[in-house]
């Protein structure tokens, strides 16, 4: 086994010597801001996890305004539909809400099994289904907003913990099992769900991504890996962290030259690190002017080629990518 581990084991050839933009903006708001999402004007979303809000950003004024939860709903992570509407994981409530800006009305759409009590992650496919992860029940779902239906898929394996989720070209959702060393999918048709052993049983894949070429990749936030899965052939390759195995990667996105980028959270300042699959080694070191105590998810905007991250020291900010 460790012979076997050691040849999946790459390091990085050289040190990272390139650093990217990256700048800041504290949030008025106490409250844990979280999980920032661009809309097709510009304006910059995210939660308000311990707040209980609903926050909105625009970084051409630099003003903030929010949305009250009064249900202390605890939001986790939100995303934006095609029609502008802010879809956001009730976390504490077990429910997911809709909020129309236009009106600020928001709609709940709670889950079918109480069990399902802390939906985290969402994602929308190309058809409008929402999907999403329910860590600690235990779940991965999905919600078609037109008919409101919720259907639940529940993981075998107690405790496997739902975590960061991503679709492949096909509409296949891909997600972490935090609490194992596996990574599952689901036939978006059939909801049958696929596992994918890790190369040790102490790996836990926190967050996900996947490139052009369908490959999952991964952060193992146990072992300080950055992870490649082939899903046709199972096979995985890693890639030792910059900081080595206590450098507890966490948030993590891809651009569009399909380079990975990956916060790790150990060192203090945390580190936005970028990897390049095709030279096979990390390129991009850059701390973040905050220090930001923890960055948990990341979004890229094609658009305008930022990724945008929100802090545990209460910011949002923004990278520009090379």
């Not at 009250?68 to 986790?76: F, Q, Y």
């Not at 052009?212 to 991964?218: G, H, K, S, T």
């Not at 905050?290 to 960055?295: E, K, L």
Request: proline fraction near 10%.
């Amino acid at each position: 086994m460790r012979s076997a581990l050691a040849a999946l084991l790459l390091l990085a050839a050289a040190a990272p010597t390139v650093t990217v933009d990256v700048k800041e903006w504290p949030v008025p708001f106490k409250g844990h801001p979280r999980d920032p999402f661009p809309d097709a004007a510009g304006t910059i979303w995210f939660v308000g996890q311990e707040g209980h809000y609903l926050g909105r950003f625009d970084p051409k004024t630099g003003k903030f305004d929010k949305t009250p939860l009064d249900d202390g709903a605890g939001p986790h992570n939100l995303v934006i539909d095609a029609a502008g509407h802010v879809w956001f994981s009730g976390n504490l409530k077990g429910y997911i809400g809709e909020l129309d800006p236009a009106s600020g009305r928001i709609k709940r759409y709670p889950m079918p099994n109480p069990a399902a009590r802390d939906p985290h992650t969402l994602v929308f496919d190309r058809a409008g289904n929402l999907w999403f992860t329910v860590q600690f029940g235990n779940f991965v779902g999905r919600l078609q907003p037109k008919t409101g239906d919720v259907r639940l898929v529940a993981m075998p394996t107690p405790g496997a913990r739902p975590y960061g989720i991503v679709l492949d070209s096909k509409g296949r959702p891909f997600f972490n099992e935090f609490g194992t060393s596996k990574i599952g999918s689901l036939d978006p048709v059939t909801m049958k769900l696929e596992e994918y052993a890790l190369p040790s049983p102490d790996a836990r894949s926190r967050r996900i991504a996947i490139t052009r070429d369908d490959a999952v990749w991964f952060v193992d936030y146990a072992r300080g890996r950055l992870g490649r899965l082939d899903p046709a052939t199972r096979q995985v390759t890693e890639h030792l962290m910059p900081e080595g195995e206590g450098s507890l990667p966490y948030a993590m996105a891809v651009d569009d030259h399909d380079r990975l980028w990956a916060v790790e959270t150990s060192p203090q300042p945390n580190v936005l690190v970028g990897f390049d699959p095709k030279a096979g080694e990390f390129f991009a070191r850059t701390p973040f002017p905050s220090g930001a105590g923890t960055v948990r998810h990341m979004v890229f905007d094609r658009r305008t080629r930022e990724i945008w991250f929100g802090t545990d020291h209460d910011t949002i900010g923004r990278a520009i990518v090379p």
